[in-house]
């Protein structure tokens, strides 16, 4: 009963986690902050469309999803000098939910200058820096930073002090009282626990593509040692990936791709992430245990979800001081949910493996089953606004996670259902569980690949 509650648990965080998801996902804005010449300054990288086009980005994964998505969309094809007067325009609105406070007292934010990234793809996140400062009056020691939930999470870095402050400041939360002088540098274990959620969220419910992977490795074998072998494989490899790239030595990499051939080295990493996705899932299906090549494919490919990871991490902003701590505490996210989505897969399949395994319990299955799919129904009939536009256009669940989910939740209930009804057929749970899962998680996979290509090919 105890490994039953674990396992619901499980799957009611990666319900609730569930939203809708990615082409404008929602990235925090990183504040280099420095006291200069009796000036507090601040260097903010940040997606400035979404601020001006008012996305409260508190509430919102994905700005494809906001109500404000038509503006969002005007503002990210722009051209920089159109954006960039737009911006300079919404300041003073901006200036209003910001809060900066020195010894207590009350600062006056005021801009300086702003500089945006030229229009490229514009179904991905444009990024900016903009510059703003406070007079910070004689003699003061600490200062406070914050701004107002709806812009988001604010990555705050103070700048050229020892042991300087660093933050993840989100739903509007305040800095600590930061020293000017420095020494307020966060505490490893503060680090460590400010980044695993990062990990976490990178997984569940940000990271379809890894999720789609991790399920090609279970539906293998569900058996615990070839389950280990694969997964302790591929954390091994994306944590070499993930720690190289954060430590700067794949920086060879990105600059190669994107000065001999003008393609961000990124852009070269996701395709072949949707290939592994592909290649593992079609494995399955011809193969009925670990061929004797598929753990060095896997450790190639876990190399190269690592880079992918690196690449979201990057956004984030390490802070230098607690690097190792950040670090560990992402990838710690970043198993925690593998592991999360691989409890809730065994959660749907334990039954049918066991009735396939011999076990008598074929009316308790069924009745599981049963169960399940009606609470699956009921979960499409509560993001039953989704269902037209997806019916007419099916890829659109793979950008409606919720519904995916659903959709998934009454899938396996039905398949693993018809496993146990044909329990006397030699390896059901393989033929009509195993297989027709990794056959859509392959399907997804080359779709992604070729889209993914023919962005990267095209820069659209």
Partial sequence: MAFLRLLSSALLIWFTTLSTAQAHEVIPAIADMRAVEGELRFEVRANIESFIAGVNLAETEDINDSDRAEIYDRLRALPPAELAAQ????WPQMAQGITLTADGMPL????GSVAVDPVGNVEVVRFSVFEFSA?????VATVQVGWAPEFGVLVLRQMDVPLPYDGYLAGGALSDQ???AGGGQTTWWVTFANYTPVGFDHIVPKGLDHILFVLGLFFLAARFRPLLLQVSLFTLAHTITLAAAALGYTDFADEFTQNA???AFID???PLIALSIAYVAIENIFTRGISPWRPFVIFIFGLLHGLGFASVLAEFGLPEETFVAALIGFNVG???GQLAVIAVMFFFVWQALRIDRGANDITKGLVLYGVLAVVGVALIAFDSAQIPAVLASPLLLLDTPALLFAVTFVAMAVLCSISIVLRDRIDAYRLF???PASVVIAAIGLYWFIERSYGTLTGI
């Fill in 178 to 180: 930061i020293s000017l």
């Fill in 433 to 435: 569980v195993a297989v």
């Fill in 108 to 111: 006056v934010p005021t801009f």
């Fill in 268 to 270: 070269i990493v996701e």
């Fill in 135 to 139: 007079e910070l009056p004689a003699g």
């Fill in 87 to 90: 911006f300079e325009a919404f």
């Fill in 334 to 336: 970043v198993e925690v």
């Fill in 261 to 263: 051939f003008g393609i």
